[in-house]
């Protein structure tokens, strides 16, 4: 028996030791095809699933080399039935093929006719398909191209899209690394996109996705199209852009609800296309508006249901979906990876911090037990108001008070779901609020004074979920959220784990009301972050020391003064 | 050699050394048994027809061959040499080797000559697979038999080349259409012989002339198929995959029903419903779910038990078997299966009456089943290690060892399936452990298996997303410990436990205390406990039990708090069985009649109070039984009659009568199991004439009936023939036969209506 660090389970899980000398290499070799589902602190659990092996036979391994994979890395032996079923599903990959027929253009290829017959005859399928040219081939029209991949994995006969993309109007774009580097993981990141032709990249908040797509851009050197999430987060890529690239203000286009340019690399919000005016999409037109050689779509998981069915319509471009997580609320990862293409890239968040890319957080549920009153309102509720009244008693107000005070210093974030109470943390603490009726140039303003230290708290509410970049916030604090979002704590954590630059721990609190359904939410999402390999720390407000005592922020560093 | 031949069966084999005698009874022990007086009465046991078709039965497909050649030839008696030349495709030695077992075992006798006696020429229906002679079926063949069939068309062709292979005799194809088939068109032109309502025979005649020059058909030899090479120890590997597999899963289904235990039907066997359940509780396939049952079954794990005796239970040897290492609780699992007389592969499917076979169901024995088990391995053992035959190939040879027994051979694909999920085969080639369960049984099974599977553990490692990842198989007293304190996430190799808030509140619920449980953790987890944890812990133990519920029959309350203190502290109220729950709220078992009584007695003045807290001035009530809830009067009227049910009922009664009718003064009766000569003559009579007869008979449920059969066919004490009362081709066993008469010619035919 050999002493490997994998165990296969018999659901297809794989399990991996982490702490096992081989972890490392293993990893590398079953990554390819298994999704990384989750990675606490010692075992870490992939999942072997159709749409992983198929997408490893899209990127050239074969079903031997995942069977030797999980035979050679396999503490316990393998049952035979699972390697075969592995097999048999990658077998299933590249019967049919999507080509570029020289007279008739798009076509549909079989090597195995009976798949061709079968998938012609599937409901689904068949109203996507043209004229039979030959036994072997069918007439796709271009414009079906990605709905077809995703009818074809449905009734689990992928395609193997050899069609090719479109080079794009052709734009000079260097990354101008004279101060700064490429860091590795990003390099990989960029590189493993460019072999697929299209995919996502996976990468912690605050690990650089927006170098990634500055690299992919300048290895595509042609115009691109850059969707994000809103205004703010654009600007940030403009920014970015400008410090780390070729490209000059005059050649970043911002198309918004405020600016429509269109230039040769263009920054538009998710909002603006979606926008309906009478029933109709009036800004799709932005797509065909250049000759783009790549669009950059960030924050994938956010993407919402209209630019699913657009992104269809654009398979012969070349196409980056950027995220923190894959988690989607609605379901639909599937729907990513068939339309954007499958994950290209991912690393544990705590290998990228061990690396000293991220910065180390440190994650403290504070529980604060609710006075009497509270708890007889709270007992009393309807049970849809409940979790706003657990979430926003009052009762939790000195004790952020009181962990704000644990870091006098720090530049810290109190982030909120509920604007009432938003509006009462930011009188009680004396600090500016941003909500969603806050102006851009507000925003811009209170973000600027921020950065440069005049304002050290900020009250915020889901607004600034996504896409603001505090680069030295390094404390956070969450008094309420939207019920048990996984998403929305990744992203809130992501808020602070851009690395400081004195190499200083982040913290991430999060206030919970005890024995209340607030609690129960939030042992929902801290369950995604204990599988990102973010252990919680569980504290009672009334033991919650504060800095210079005994258990409090930095006490070994900083004697008490 | 003497010179002059022996004339008989008998007299050839009075001619026959001593040891050529103990091997024909070695080959044929059941003419041993008892012992023959002399050579005559061994020459009458041989030619008892079971005997012959035992003796045919484990013959192979080439000495059939040479059989036939000698069955076929015009005249009885056929020169050694002669077999050789008829079969050109067959090596010599085989055909000496054939010729010699055929003799050794008196199914053809001669020296130089080869005869074959009697009752081996009946007991080979189709010597061959070419039909009776055109005499024999009463056909009449064109005169120009090669010219009538160049005529035909391709389709009529074809049903004729189809009948000329390995079986002669046909199905005739329900008609359809108006256009006969090619089928009737053959048998309206003489070409094919009817046999009965159903089937068709092809004369010899024509077979052969379709031959050609091969008329014993292509020669069979014995199949040497390409066999399968892997390496050993891989094979092994994965052989120990499967085992870990399935000895985890059988494991877990235990687990399941010793906590809720399937039911068991009146039918025998599991519910579809309690199979369902299972294949959740384990997230496998219910048809996975059947066979993990029959296995368990199988290895004496599971079985009917319970005070009523209706349920499925582990059994005692359950309880040894999971304490087992691994190897054993393996080895345990494959001899059981090896052994077993049930057919798992069944499960699910229909049988005769459409009906879903529930597994542990009684339908899916067949006492054949672990002979067949055993002969289709033990092909394989004749190979090396790691060398073994594709399933299609392993079953080509065993059709061809054993080709009158082909249709035992229909489970066979199933059973290698089955053995590849134990572990006893990869395909196709036997593992160590397949090799030691054939050779040795249980003991060779588990040293087989030994050191391939991983040796259990004795800890955990608990994670912070509260998981607790057992990195193999566990020790059973820590399994069963976490299987009541956590929820299975996945398992295989390992196990991954999930600690959530309802499975603490379980452990609390079973009598655990939350410092029982931060033992537990901190003794058997490996990694350091994480907090998270401890809290779940501890969040759930605060709230466990907080609300307590008890059963009161009334209570007393009173704002006034010394009066109650008053109340319970008087003797004279003793009998009232009164105790404090609450400040101001005494409650007591008894009714609120004998406690407002017995307080009156005492001398105060209690009043009785409504559930909406009204004083109830009515005196309490007179003690009245609490009698039964009427409910609707149940419905006098009957379930009418179908159209359906009307129609059967009349035409009952028209046969009946049809039957009384055509009954005839004396009709041959016989007791029921006893089947008279007189019987089967007039059977044999009426089908030569076609003429239809009244029948009575017993069927196998024991009800007797009396009916008017045409009979078409007679044969292994079948009477095939068509009922006129049911209208529809029937058997009928002979045996049950009670009477029968031949039905007069004017009596009304079956009823139609």
Redesign the interface.
């Known amino acids: 028996?050999n002493d490997g660090p994998l165990?296969?389970?018999?659901?297809k899980?794989l399990?991996l030791?982490v702490d096992h000398p081989a972890a490392r290499e293993c990893r590398a070799a079953i990554a390819p095809f298994a999704e990384l589902e989750?990675s606490?602190?010692?075992?870490h659990?992939y999942r072997v699933t159709p749409l992983a092996l198929w997408n490893a036979r899209a990127a050239g391994h074969d079903a031997e080399q995942v069977v030797d994979a999980l035979?050679r890395y396999?503490?316990?032996?393998?049952?035979?039935?699972?390697?075969v079923d592995v097999a048999d599903t990658m077998d299933r990959f590249g019967r049919l093929t999507l080509v570029n027929h020289p007279v008739h253009g798009l076509t549909l290829a079989t090597t195995d006719r009976a798949v061709l017959e079968e998938v012609i005859r599937s409901k689904r399928v068949a109203p996507m398909l043209g004229a039979r040219i030959d036994p072997d081939t069918v007439v796709v029209h271009p414009s079906e191209r990605g709905r077809l991949k995703q009818a074809l994995l449905k009734v689990g006969w992928p395609a193997e899209d050899l069609a090719g993309y479109v080079d794009g109007q052709a734009h000079p774009i260097e990354l101008d690394q004279e101060d700064w580097h490429l860091r590795d993981y990003q390099q990989e990141a960029v590189e493993g996109f460019w072999a697929g032709g299209s995919g996502v990249v996976v990468l912690p908040c605050g690990a650089g996705k927006t170098l990634v797509g500055a690299a992919a851009m300048a290895q595509a050197k042609a115009t691109t199209l850059i969707l994000v999430t809103n205004t703010v987060s654009g600007r940030q890529w403009k920014r970015e852009l400008i410090a780390r690239t070729s490209l000059t203000e005059e050649e970043i286009g911002e198309y918004s609800g405020e600016r429509k340019e269109i230039r040769p690399v263009t920054i538009a919000t998710y909002q603006v296309m979606t926008t309906r005016r009478k029933g109709e999409y009036r800004h799709l037109d932005l797509f065909d508006a250049q000759d783009w050689g790549l669009i950059v779509y960030d924050e994938v998981h956010l993407l919402p249901a209209p630019i699913f069915r657009l992104t269809a319509d654009l398979q012969s471009r070349r196409r980056l979906g950027l995220t923190a997580t894959l988690v989607r609320e609605d379901g639909r990862e599937d729907d990513v990876f068939s339309l954007i293409g499958p994950k290209r890239y991912d690393a544990p968040w705590k290998d990228i911090e061990s690396q000293g890319y991220i910065a180390p957080a440190e994650c403290i549920e504070v529980r604060v037990g609710l006075d009497d009153e509270e708890r007889m309102t709270y007992a009393v509720a309807e049970p849809e108001e409940r979790y706003r009244i657990a979430a926003t008693a009052t009762s939790k107000l000195p004790v952020i008070r009181r962990v704000l005070e644990r870091h006098p210093d720090e530049p810290s974030l109190v982030i909120g779901a509920y604007l009432d109470q938003l509006e009462e943390l930011g009188r009680a603490l004396d600090a500016p609020v941003i909500q969603g009726s806050t102006t851009n140039k507000e925003r811009e303003r209170l973000f600027q004074a921020f950065r440069v230290g005049e304002i050290r708290t900020l009250v915020v509410s889901k607004v600034a979920n996504f896409s603001i970049d505090l680069p030295e916030a390094a404390v956070a604090v969450q008094v309420s959220g939207t019920f048990g979002s996984r998403q929305e704590e990744a992203q809130r954590l992501g808020r602070v784990l851009r690395p400081k630059a004195d190499g200083r721990q982040a913290h991430f609190y999060t206030v919970v009301s005890r024995?209340t359904l607030d609690?129960e939410y939030a042992a929902h999402r801290?369950?995604f972050l204990?599988?990102q390999g973010?252990?919680?720390?569980?504290v009672d407000a009334a033991d919650l020391a504060g800095p210079g005592e005994v258990n409090g922020p930095d006490w070994v560093d900083e004697p008490a003064d | 050699m003497p010179a002059d031949r022996p004339a008989t069966l008998a007299a050839w084999l009075r001619t026959r050394s001593d040891a050529q005698l103990a091997a024909l009874l070695a080959a044929r022990p059941d003419v041993a048994r008892p012992a023959p007086s002399d050579v005559v009465a061994l020459a009458s046991r041989l030619a008892v027809p079971v005997s012959v078709d035992r003796a045919l039965d484990e013959l192979d497909a080439a000495t059939l061959q040479v059989l036939d050649v000698v069955l076929l030839a015009p005249t009885d008696g056929v020169p050694a040499e002669d077999v050789h030349a008829a079969l050109p495709g067959l090596p010599d030695d085989v055909v000496d080797a054939a010729v010699g077992r055929l003799t050794t075992r008196a199914l053809l006798w001669g020296e130089d000559v080869l005869h074959a006696p009697d009752p081996v020429r009946r007991a080979v229906r189709h010597p061959a697979g070419l039909g009776r002679r055109a005499a024999e079926l009463r056909v009449t063949l064109p005169a120009d038999l090669p010219a009538a069939v160049g005529a035909l068309d391709p389709g009529e062709r074809e049903v004729l080349e189809r009948l000329a292979g390995d079986r002669p005799v046909g199905h005739l194809p329900e008609t359809g259409g108006p256009g006969a088939s090619p089928a009737r068109r053959l048998l309206q032109a003489g070409l094919l012989a009817r046999i009965d309502a159903l089937n068709v025979e092809l004369p010899r005649e024509i077979g052969l002339h379709l031959r050609g020059d091969r008329p014993y058909g292509p020669p069979r030899l014995r199949p040497e198929p390409a066999a399968v090479e892997r390496d050993p120890a891989v094979v092994d590997?994965?052989?120990?995959?499967?085992?870990?597999?399935v000895v985890?899963?059988v494991g877990e289904l235990l687990a399941v029903l010793e906590e809720e235990p399937a039911g068991l039907l009146r039918s025998g066997g599991v519910a579809v419903r309690d199979r369902k359940r299972l294949a959740k509780a384990l997230?496998v396939s219910e048809t996975d779910a059947g066979w993990l049952l029959e296995l368990a079954h199988a290895a004496g794990l599971l079985d009917v038990g319970g005070p009523h005796r209706d349920e499925w239970l582990p059994t005692r040897g359950y309880d040894l078997w999971r304490e087992q290492p691994l190897p054993d609780r393996w080895a345990a699992l494959a001899a059981g299966w090896l052994e077993s007389t049930r057919l798992p592969s069944l499960v699910g499917s229909r049988d005769v009456a459409g009906k879903a076979v529930n597994a542990l169901s009684p339908d899916l024995v067949r006492h054949t089943a672990p002979a067949i088990r055993r002969s289709a391995l033990a092909a394989l053992l004749d190979s090396p290690p790691g060398r073994g035959l594709a399933p299609d190939d392993l079953v080509a040879l065993l059709r061809w060892r054993t080709p009158r027994r082909a249709d035992r051979l229909a489970p066979v694909p199933d059973m290698l399936a089955e053995a590849?999920?134990i572990g006893v085969l990869?395909?196709g080639v036997l593992s160590g452990g397949g090799r030691g369960l054939l050779t040795r049984g249980e003991e060779g099974a588990a040293d087989g298996m030994q050191?391939?599977?991983?040796e259990p553990v004795d800890h955990v490692?608990a994670?912070?997303?509260?998981?607790l990842?057992a990195?193999?198989p566990l020790v059973a007293g820590l399994a069963d410990t976490l299987a009541v304190v956590a929820d299975v996430e996945?398992?295989?190799?390992?196990t991954?436990f999930r600690v959530s808030e309802s499975s603490v509140r379980r452990a609390l619920d079973a009598g655990w205390s939350a410092t029982d449980l931060h033992d537990l953790f901190t003794r058997s987890s490996r990694?350091p406990v994480?907090?998270?944890l401890d809290?779940l812990v501890d969040?759930v133990a605060r709230?466990h039990g907080r609300l307590r519920v008890g059963a009161i029959e009334c209570y007393v309350r009173s704002d006034d708090h010394g009066l109650l203190s008053q109340v319970l502290g008087d003797r004279r109220t003793a009998a009232a069985e009164l105790r404090r729950l609450a400040p101001g709220v005494l409650v007591s078992g008894l009714g609120a009649d004998e406690v407002l009584t017995v307080l009156r007695q005492a001398g105060y003045a209690p009043a009785g109070e409504s559930p909406g807290g009204a004083v109830l001035t009515r005196p309490p009530a007179r003690p009245r039984a609490a009698g039964r809830r009427l409910g609707a009067p149940p419905s006098m009227a009957g379930r009418p009659l179908t159209d359906a049910e009307a129609e059967a009922t009349v035409r009952e009664i028209r046969a009946g009568d049809a039957a009384l009718a055509a009954r005839p003064a004396a009709p041959v009766r016989q007791v029921p199991g006893v089947t008279t000569a007189g019987t089967l003559e007039v059977l044999s009579r009426a089908i030569r004439e076609g003429i239809p007869v009244w029948l009575g008979y017993v069927d196998a449920q024991g009800s007797g009936s009396q009916r008017v059969v045409q009979p078409v066919s007679l044969a292994g004490g079948f009477l095939q023939g068509w009922d006129e009362r049911r209208q529809e081709s029937r058997t009928f066993a002979v045996h049950r036969i009670t009477s029968v008469a031949p039905a007069d010619e004017e009596a009304p035919a079956a009823g139609n209506g």
């Open positions: 028996m165990i296969v389970q018999s659901d899980t399990l030791e989750r606490p602190e010692h075992v659990t035979v396999s503490r316990y032996p393998v049952p035979h039935a699972l390697l024995d609690a801290q369950r204990a599988e973010y252990a919680y720390t569980i | 590997r994965q052989a120990a995959g499967a085992a870990l597999e985890g899963r997230t590849g999920r990869v395909g050191g391939l599977l991983p490692l994670q912070p997303d509260l998981t990842v990195p193999g996945s398992s295989g190799g390992a991954v990694t994480p907090q998270a809290y969040d709230q």
